[in-house]
């Protein structure tokens, strides 16, 4: 189960994929003009190219298969969460720990249901750092982390949620924080109450201004929880 990102090896990855993108896109202009003036030989080469679209259809029949078997699950995954409760505060239990990376400039959240039953992670954590959870500012969420259906959580079950903490580097706005609030939300909004967090490895150094959280889900992922 995926839970922390690599971010300087995500970069390098896209700047791999940009230039492969860059060389394909000069490779296929370089084609296209040498299809242009093939004449006939172009004609069949592109009905061969029509022939093999068909031996594709044959695959995109296993692929509706699949798409089926996709569009069940996350029906399933709905109707799940329209069963399974929304999980309050003393459903789960909330832990960090920093990601990959110096300097940390992100942390991980992990949530446990230790309720016994299943239950609904709704949304993203609230999170505070402040002194109380009164006063502490939010940290917004990051729209592009929101996933495409429910985290119905099963007895015993993960979730988790990426969270940006500062910009890197020494900040004369960055605060020590040894221990946070985070709270969950219920059907109609926030729930009440919330739980204290330890931060990892005896604190973290918070920007508020620069901090974001991610939505919660089943694993990190590439771009989604990028930010």
Excluded at 69 to 98: H, I, Q
Excluded at 150 to 161: C, E, K, S, T
Excluded at 165 to 183: K, L, M, P, R, W
């Amino acid at each position: 189960m995926r839970t922390s990102i690599r971010r300087p090896a995500v970069l390098a990855a896209t700047a791999v994929a940009v230039l492969s993108m860059a060389l394909t896109a000069c490779g296929g202009d370089d084609n296209a003009k040498g299809d242009a003036g093939a004449g006939t030989t172009g004609s069949t080469t592109a009905g061969s190219g029509t022939s093999g679209s068909d031996t594709g259809g044959s695959g995109t029949s296993g692929s509706d298969t699949g798409g089926s078997a996709d569009a069940a699950t996350m029906a399933g995954a709905k109707k799940s969460a329209v069963k399974a409760p929304a999980c309050t505060v003393n459903d789960v239990k909330v832990t960090a720990a920093k990601q990959d990376g110096v300097p940390t400039t992100h942390i991980t959240l992990t949530a446990k249901n230790i309720s016994g039953h299943t239950c609904t992670l709704l949304q993203y954590p609230l999170i505070g750092f402040g002194d109380l959870p009164q006063t502490s500012k939010d940290v917004p969420p990051v729209a592009k982390s929101k996933p495409g259906t429910p985290i119905v959580l099963q007895a015993g079950a993960p979730a988790y949620a990426a969270v940006r903490i500062n910009n890197g580097g020494v900040d004369e706005e960055n605060h020590a924080v040894t221990s946070f609030y985070v709270n969950l939300f219920a059907s109609d909004g926030p729930a009440e109450g919330s739980k204290t967090v330890t931060a990892p490895n005896g604190g973290i150094a918070v920007d508020d201004a620069a901090a974001k959280t991610g939505y919660w889900t089943y694993e990190l992922r590439n771009g989604a929880d990028d930010f």
